[in-house]
C-alpha cells in the first residue's frame, strides 16, 4: 500500500454509512487497539459502542461479518490506491520508498491489520477468508510482483521474489506494532509514537533498498543525493 496507493479488484463490501453500524466498528478498533488482541467479544464492543449487541447480526450478519467490514475499512483507502501509485511518473525506487511508508503508516493507524487479516484467513470461516484473499492478499501480491518487475526491468532492481518481499515487508510491519506489547516487556521500549513511526520509515527504507537496489541504483541515489 503505497504513500497514496488502486486496484482493479474492488472491494466488495460496502463500507457502511450506518451510525449504529459505524459506532460497532469504531468500538471494535479501539479496543484491539487498546488490548493489542484481536480477540474481543461481541459484548465488549456493545457496551463500549453503547449499541445493543443484537444490532451486529441485524448490520453484519455474526461477528466475523463485523470484523471483516472492518478491515474492509481500515484498508480501504490504501487498497484503493495501489494502481495510482504505479501510474506515478516517477522511478521504481521512489514507488518503492512511496509504498513502504504507506504500509507503516496505515499499520500505525491500525496495529491489529495483520492479526485482524490472519484471523479472518485461517479462523473464521471459508466464506471470510477468501473475501479477505480478494480484497486485500491478491491485490497486494499482485502490487508487489508488478512493481518489482518494474524495478527489475528499468535496472533498478535485483531480482526479488514478490512472496518473500511481501512476508518480509508485512511481518516487519506486523512485529514492531502488533509486538509492541511484548518488546516492551522485555526492552522497557515505549509505545509506538509518530516520531518512532518516522523512524521505522526511514530504517525500512534502508534496510529493504539496501537488499534490493542494484550496485548502479545505490550510486545513482547518493550522487543525487
Known amino acids: ?23 460497532l466498528l469504531v468500538a471494535a478498533s479501539e479496543l484491539m ?7 474481543v467479544s461481541l459484548s465488549d464492543i456493545a457496551q463500549k ?12 450478519g455474526n461477528k466475523d461479518g463485523l470484523l471483516l467490514a472492518l478491515l474492509a475499512r481500515d484498508a480501504a483507502t490504501e487498497m484503493a ?9 516517477i522511478t521504481p525506487t521512489a514507488k518503492l520508498r512511496l509504498h513502504i511508508a504507506g504500509i ?21 470461516n471459508a466464506d471470510a477468508a477468501d473475501e479477505v484473499s480478494k480484497f ?12 518489482l518487475a518494474e524495478g527489475i526491468k528499468a535496472g533498478e532492481f535485483r531480482n526479488i521474489d514478490p512472496v518473500l ?22 526492552t522497557g521500549v515505549g509505545p509506538v509514537t509518530d516520531e518512532v513511526c518516522r523512524q521505522y520509515i526511514g530504517h525500512m527504507e534502508a ?12 550510486t545513482a541515489i547518493l550522487t543525487s543525493g
Do not use: W
Not at 500500500?1 to 459506532?23: F, H, V, Y
Not at 459502542?49 to 453484519?60: D, E, I, P
Not at 537488499?211 to 545505490?218: A, D, K, S, W
Open 1 to 23: 500500500m503505497g504513500s497514496q496507493l488502486n486496484t482493479g479488484i474492488p472491494i466488495r463490501l460496502p463500507l457502511t454509512k450506518n451510525t449504529t453500524a459505524e459506532k
Open 33 to 39: 487497539i487498546e488490548r493489542s488482541a484481536v480477540e
Open 49 to 60: 459502542s453503547g449499541v445493543n449487541a443484537a444490532l451486529v447480526k441485524y448490520h453484519f
Open 81 to 89: 490506491q495501489l494502481e495510482y501509485l504505479l501510474a506515478q511518473p
Open 104 to 124: 507503516i503508516r496505515a499499520y500505525h493507524q491500525f496495529p491489529y491489520m495483520n492479526r485482524l487479516i490472519h484471523y479472518l484467513l485461517h479462523e473464521s
Open 136 to 147: 486485500i492478499v491478491a491485490p497486494l501480491l499482485d502490487f508487489h510482483r508488478r512493481l
Open 165 to 186: 518481499f511481501y512476508t518480509s515487508l508485512i511481518g516487519a510491519c506486523d512485529h514492531l506494532f502488533f509486538g509492541r506489547h511484548a518488546m516492551s516487556r522485555a
Open 207 to 218: 534496510l529493504i533498498c539496501g537488499g534490493m537496489l542494484t550496485t548502479n541504483t545505490e
